[in-house]
């Protein structure tokens, strides 16, 4: 089983951007489909953007200004956000799933603990 731990987030005015990185161990990232989720108080998590070996794909709210991305060397996934909007803010949650494409939480089995990214308006 990988073991997920995400780093990067903190406070940002609207229109800044911010780069989470979740580092894997256990097994490398080339192996899992490769996902990020949020989750805003009081909401349900939410996804985000997903990478395989297909390609990326976006949350409709994120695409244009979010960029997620896979270092194998690093055994990293990363998500580089731009021009941030307080509705963005929330708890970023890296996930990875064996097998196919998904975008439901549901079907991702490992989680990292989460970070918490904050725009200010």
């Known amino acids: 089983q990988v073991q997920l731990v995400e780093s990067g987030g903190g406070l940002v005015q609207a229109g800044g951007s911010l780069r989470l990185s979740c580092a894997a161990s256990?097994?490398?990232?080339?192996?899992?489909?490769m996902g990020w989720f949020r989750q805003a108080p009081g909401k349900e998590r939410e996804f985000v953007a997903v990478?395989?070996?297909?390609?990326?794909y976006y949350a409709d709210v994120v695409k244009g200004r979010f960029t997620i991305s896979r270092d194998n060397d690093k055994n990293t996934v990363n998500l580089q956000m731009t021009s941030l909007k307080p509705e963005d803010t929330a708890v970023y949650y890296c996930?990875?799933?064996?097998?196919?494409?998904?975008?439901?939480?549901?079907?991702?089995?490992?989680w990292g603990q989460g970070t918490q990214v904050t725009v200010s308006s």
């Open positions: 990478i395989n070996w297909h390609g990326a």
């Open positions: 996930a990875a799933r064996y097998g196919s494409f998904a975008s439901r939480p549901a079907d991702f089995a490992a």
């Open positions: 256990g097994r490398t990232v080339s192996s899992y489909v």
